[in-house]
């Protein structure tokens, strides 16, 4: 994602005027964060109904079979729906990142009904691109209502954003930092531009909080309590950690390559890529089916991860790890490329978090060090962002992991050094149709 068109000149915006823009940004953060809680507040309700009460109704402890494998192709099917009825194509592909910028107000619908779609139904896939959008239209919104150039529109626009993502990612800095890392190229410039991002995601953070135990929203926030104290820094974790991120990277490159290849299939006709999107649902809930008859419990497999991560730190068996990475990559994979809506983050940290995982059941390594490591791995492979990742894997191990960060901080580098080294030789090698 590029924030870098936001930047503003600084000796424009001095005075009454920029301080005015910070103050928009900042009224933005109360709207939008309402938004993004509704939202979060109707998926957390839908996926309680669909995947507890229905079974709990039918006297089951846990999904049956047929739902397993026919939720994701119903939400398949209201992806489709909204992509090709409503505007704006439900959001852009997750292939692109996690979004930013502005979004017309009439594509508000699309992306909330394809979103819906996608997260209450099971597809892997996170809520951070469909949160920063929305909050993206409610600075669109207040736009018509105050006097803005272009630059200033867009600020209020990435300002909302930045306040309905802010809770998903514990609070307004590692919101700040995307933003700031996102817009690199623009330097001191940016600054500006940041400040009433800021403004509108504290604001944001403070009424989430304020609310998050309305409806069960603190489940939409990853935490991992409990968290044993990691104080030994051994050489070996070091080690581990630069393999955990080059294990990561290669992992994210096999997936992000099948995601292209399914979504060129997708976009070549639109015909093609509705019938995808159901096909795709259905591979997905298979997925989550054979998973289960090897041991692993389906929550494992199916949604973004968030939830998921407390239960991957407890595993024991480096058999069930395996499974779960590789059947949660193939999921993730089909929901990246065949035309669901919705983020690209969350699910690579819990790849990354079961990766490491692996290592620590190997060598004896803490979880609290697989969680740090893991974490900022998977973010990078999946992102390519550095420090936003760093600050996250810091945030989710808290004081327990604050050892482990330089373990992170190697693990982080070793991906997004594989990763472009594997950029760099991608354009090298030649296209089929070249080859041809």
Known sequence: MSFASSALNPDRHRGRAYLRLVLLGAAIGIPAALLATLFLAVVHWLEHLLWTDIPARLGLDAPPWYLLVGLPVVGALIVALARWLLPGDGGHTPLDGIGGGETPVRYAPG???????????????????????LGSVVGMAIVPLVKLDKQGEN??????????????????????????????????ALLPALLPGLAAAAVGYVLFVGVGGWAGLSAASLAVPDLPTYDTTRILDLVLAIVVGVVASLMMTVVKRAARTLDRIA????????????????????????????GVDYEQILFSGQTGIPHTLAETSIVVLLVIIATKAIAYAICLGAGFRGGPVFPAIFLGVAVAMVAALLFGSSVTWALAVGAAAGMTAGTGMVFSALLFAGLLAGTPGLDALPAAVLAVLAAWLTNAALTVRAPTQPEPAEQA
Not at 268 to 294: C, E, I, S
């Open 267 to 294: 976009t070549a006709d639109k015909r093609v890529g509705f019938v995808m999107l159901p096909v795709a649902g259905l591979a997905v809930g298979v997925l989550a089916l054979v998973g289960q008859w090897l």
């Open 155 to 188: 600020v209020l626009a990435t300002a909302g954003s930045f306040s309905a993502v802010s809770a998903l990612f514990g609070g307004p800095l590692v919101a700040g930092v995307l933003l700031l890392e996102g817009g690199l190229a623009a330097g001191a």
């Open 111 to 133: 992306i909330a009904l394809a979103a819906i779609g996608t997260l209450a139904f099971g597809a892997v896939l996170g809520p951070e691109a469909p949160l920063i959008a």
